[in-house]
Nanobody, 115 residues
């Protein structure tokens, strides 16, 4: 079993920044797939950004140029730095890892972008 704990969400004005963190209960050095997803009210959950163990990164078009995903294996943590936030970024953000083919999800952290 793998537990994930997200933090860093909150209320921010348009144009502001937030950094989300996801701490994993076990070593992540062997976890190839780690990522951040989000789900807005009434919408399907969608991929925001993903990172592999060898550093390959994939971003949703909506995140390119504004968001940066990174991982720190020593801290068992994956981050999502979000800049130039827009109201349409408002959603619950979920951390995801895949371990031996099994996906695990955190509880989610709310991000609200509003003036």
């Amino acid at each position: 079993q793998v537990q994930l704990v997200e933090s860093g969400g909150g209320l921010v004005q348009p144009g502001g920044s937030l950094r989300l963190s996801c701490v994993v209960s076990r070593s992540i050095s062997s976890l190839n797939g780690m990522g951040w997803y989000r789900q807005a009210p009434g919408q399907q959950r969608e991929l925001v950004a993903a990172i592999t163990n060898d550093g390959r990164i994939n971003y949703a078009d909506s995140a390119k140029g504004r968001f940066t995903i990174s991982r720190d294996n020593t801290r068992r943590t994956v981050y999502l730095q979000m800049n130039s936030l827009k109201p349409e970024d408002t959603a619950v953000y979920y951390c995801n890892v895949v371990s031996y083919g099994v996906p695990y999800w955190g509880q989610g952290t709310q991000v609200t972008v509003s003036s």
